[in-house]
């Protein structure tokens, strides 16, 4: 097996030789030491950190930053000028709770994604294909713009489809483009192989959405190859780790990020344990973050990957939920019926009321889903019915 393009685009970043895990740890270090030092200087949110480490373990020791910091204190954490900073990113808030977050980006943390993301692509996408872009849009230095470019590096020619379309549409775009290659979240891909099971798609990056084992295997039975799930976040850099030819959990750029996973306590967990993860963005020039608790669950898989890097493994990542049941969970059991193309969920008095589209009716459906009693109310989807309605998936707690 070849060694993965992420492998090789950090030797090459980093000049190294080889990156074993005392290698990585070295950089990891120096890069955080480096950090700290800015911060210092700067007199910023981090100003009060020690100025070093003596090594990586001693990481722990310093305090997390949470979501509320970002929102609240955000700016202290920016170590450029307004003029050297390229793209802010906004994230709305959903209801009373106070500021937005915003994380910014200085025109190298761009370049820095469109490399990590043009590495990832690169085991799927070949020179003179096609690959369509199922992720927003939003002006230059934007995620799905930044992907856009990745794909032109590859000699290839994205499709930017965006999101916020109809499945009617995104059929259209299909049709008359013909990719090989679809980037975007695992279900509306599933939904869209479901509606029209004859299709140019091959491969999939699948990405901002956790991709639950029923979906996955559903997608790529319909590819008839295996799906490359991405991780990555705002806090990230919008680009964070990719899974690379021996589909064995998601390479993190390691050369840019640490991570750490910690229980509800706080406290490190050993690799292979499951928990929230905790990233360091060493190598972020506009806004680093250090030891931002992301609110996502997964773990660290060790040990050497079978394509030959050392570069640790996030396994399957999921939200930190309480309670309830979470829309992943939801999307496991759910897609498990072949006829299902979408849904949307309320849980009205300890009932899951589904609304779903399918592509044919008078399947068998389950009368239970996660312990929750279920009552349907299902439509036959065609074509023509397609815009609109499927586009909505959602689900709701009453
Ligand atoms: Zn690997």
Request: glycine share 10%.
């Amino acid at each position: 097996m070849n060694i993965s393009a992420l492998e090789l685009l950090v030797r090459e970043q980093e000049g190294m030789e080889f990156s074993g895990r005392k290698e990585i740890a070295e950089l990891q270090l120096r890069k955080l030491n480096r950090l700290l030092k800015r911060e210092k200087e700067r007199g910023s949110f981090y100003g009060g950190l020690p100025e070093g480490l003596s090594s990586l373990s001693e990481l722990s020791r310093l305090p997390f930053t949470t979501e509320r910091d970002l929102r609240e204190q955000g700016n202290r954490m920016v170590l450029l000028s307004q003029s050297e900073i390229d793209r802010v990113r906004t994230e709305e808030t959903s209801g009373t709770t106070g500021r937005a977050k915003r994380v910014y980006y200085s025109a190298a943390d761009n370049e820095r994604t469109v490399s990590f993301f043009a590495a990832g692509l690169s085991e799927l996408v070949g020179p003179g294909e096609r690959a369509m872009i199922c992720m927003p849009f939003s002006g230059p230095g934007g995620l799905g713009e930044l992907i856009a470019e990745a794909i032109c590096r590859l000699g290839a020619r994205p499709i930017p489809a965006g999101i916020g379309k109809s499945y009617g549409e995104l059929l259209e775009v299909l049709e008359k483009e013909q990719p090989e290659t679809f980037v975007g979240m695992p279900v509306p891909l599933l939904s869209l192989l479901r509606l029209r099971p004859k299709t140019p798609l091959r491969r999939a990056l699948v990405s901002a959405d956790a991709c639950p084992g029923t979906v996955k295997r559903e997608i790529e039975k319909r590819l008839g190859s295996r799906l490359y799930p991405h991780y990555g976040s705002r806090e990230a850099g919008l680009g964070g780790a990719v899974t690379c030819p021996a589909f064995f959990g998601m390479h993190l750029r390691e050369n840019d990020i640490i991570a750490e996973i910690v229980d509800e306590k706080g406290r490190v967990l050993p690799e292979g344990e499951w928990g929230e993860l905790v990233i360091t963005t060493i190598q972020a020039e506009a806004m680093p973050l250090i030891r931002y608790r992301t609110g996502d669950r997964t773990r660290l898989l060790s040990g050497k990957c079978p394509c030959g890097s050392a570069l640790v493994r996030l396994d399957v990542v999921t939200r930190l939920e309480e309670g309830g049941l979470p829309m992943h969970e939801l999307d496991n059991l759910a897609f498990r019926i072949p006829e299902l193309i979408d849904y949307r969920a309320e849980l009205v008095n300890g009932a899951l009321c589904l609304e779903g589209c399918v592509s044919r009716p008078g399947g068998r459906f389950p009368e239970e889903l996660g312990g929750y009693p279920v009552r349907w109310k299902l439509r036959e989807v065609s074509m023509e019915d397609a815009p609109c309605y499927l586009a909505k998936r959602s689900v709701s707690f009453v």
